[in-house]
């Protein structure tokens, strides 16, 4: 099963990017406050992270905080 959402909220990685897109929003940080998700257990904030370096929406691999410590 393709992971595609922050689940706690029930948010799309669509839909956040949608909200990154047209606010310019370019940290989890940032996204946060235009769109609440990723309060609880902050599992989803690597794949937004992802999300907002590559577009990418939907992931079928685990990626954990330090995979991409990295990235914005
Ligand atoms: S999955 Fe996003 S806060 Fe838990």
Request: charged share 25%; glycine share 4%.
């Amino acid at each position: 099963m393709p992971i595609d959402r922050c689940y706690c909220y029930q948010q799309t990685f669509a839909t956040l990017k949608e909200v990154a897109d047209e606010t310019g929003a370019a940290s989890v940080e940032a996204l946060q406050e235009h769109v609440r998700f990723g309060q609880n257990c902050e599992l989803c904030h690597p794949y937004v992270r992802r999300m907002l370096a590559t577009g990418q929406t939907s992931f079928d691999e685990v990626i954990r905080a330090e995979d991409n410590s990295a990235e914005a």
